[in-house]
């Protein structure tokens, strides 16, 4: 029942997220992650509406990854933004602004080449993850990908060496 399900339906809901999104990668991993939930469900047999139900739990999953995605690049970026420079800082306040700009492009030659090339778009650039994505060459999904490991790498070393002290 479900392979019937999957051949009938898969393509079309791939489509339907890939329009959604923009991004045919995470239209892929939704799409299997929809059939694995509802291979999970016992009574699948029973549910009157098997496709309104396969798209209902495909637009959860969605719905899902990009709260988590808005949670982990919100707090990614407070982390960064409390390191930025404040023009209206004093003298001391700036000098430690400075020294956090230098530890962030330390850490920044740590990351692999393509995720320092995305952070600098995105951050220095001001590009959107789409536009980065157009002007690299690869999808959005990619561009989020590079960002949380950069943010992520970026926080953690700037907690580490604040422990430090």
């Known amino acids: 029942m479900l392979e019937e399900l999957f051949a009938r339906h898969a393509i079309p809901l791939r489509n339907y997220l ?27 047999h029973q549910i009157e509406n098997l496709p309104s139900y396969i798209f209902r739990i495909a ?31 004093g003298p001391d306040e700036r000098a430690f602004a400075e020294i956090n700009l230098d530890r962030i492009k330390a850490i920044l030659h740590t990351l692999p080449k393509r995720s320092q090339e995305v952070f600098l ?11 980065a994505a157009r002007h690299l060459r690869i999808s959005t999904s990619s561009v989020q990908k590079h960002m949380a490991l950069a943010l992520s790498r970026i926080g953690r070393h700037l907690a580490r060496d604040d422990d430090d002290c």
Do not use: M, Y
């Open 18 to 44: 890939t329009w959604k999104t923009g991004d045919p990668e995470l239209s892929d991993d939704l799409v299997q992650e929809t059939f694995l939930r509802a291979s999970g469900k016992k009574n699948l």
């Open 59 to 89: 637009n959860n999953l969605l719905i899902d990854h990009l709260r988590q995605l808005s949670i982990r690049k919100t707090d990614a970026d407070s982390a960064i933004l409390e390191t930025l420079e404040d023009e209206s800082a």
């Open 121 to 131: 778009l995105c951050r220095l650039e001001g590009k959107t993850h789409k536009e």
